[in-house]
């Protein structure tokens, strides 16, 4: 794996500055975790019917894991998770959150 640093996600738009639309209601926010990209504070958004993970961290912004993806996630060293967020953003098209898929790898 190279060490490009163009693929690290932007930081992420503070909540305050973010579109309503794009903030997640208060009543999905589980109690803090652990962000799986850059391992700081992070928020569970995961919906009880949703097959993977929503993540909402200061640093790398909100973002899905598909379930399908999650073996090759789990394997993928803590630079290999930021490159695949990097290029979920760029093929984010009309999602609210870029989604981590297998094609991200």
């Known amino acids: 794996m190279s060490s490009d640093h163009r693929a690290t996600p932007p930081p992420a738009m503070p909540?305050?500055?973010?579109?309503?639309?794009?903030?997640?209601?208060?009543?999905?926010?589980?109690?803090?975790?652990?962000?799986?990209i850059c391992a700081g504070a992070a928020t569970d958004?995961?919906?009880?019917?949703f097959d993977g993970h929503v993540i909402a961290c200061p640093r790398c912004?909100?973002?899905?894991?598909?379930g399908c993806a999650w073996g090759?996630?789990?394997?993928?060293?803590q630079a290999?998770?930021?490159?695949?967020?990097g290029?979920?953003?760029?093929?984010?098209?009309?999602?609210?959150?870029?989604?981590?898929k297998n094609i991200n790898f």
């Open 80 to 85: 290999e998770r930021a490159v695949a967020l």
């Open 61 to 66: 912004g909100k973002y899905e894991i598909l």
């Open 45 to 49: 958004l995961t919906p009880p019917d």
């Open 87 to 100: 290029k979920a953003a760029l093929l984010q098209g009309h999602s609210r959150w870029p989604t981590i």
């Open 15 to 36: 909540e305050d500055r973010m579109p309503e639309d794009q903030k997640a209601p208060a009543s999905e926010a589980t109690p803090a975790m652990e962000c799986l």
């Open 72 to 77: 090759t996630f789990q394997n993928a060293s």
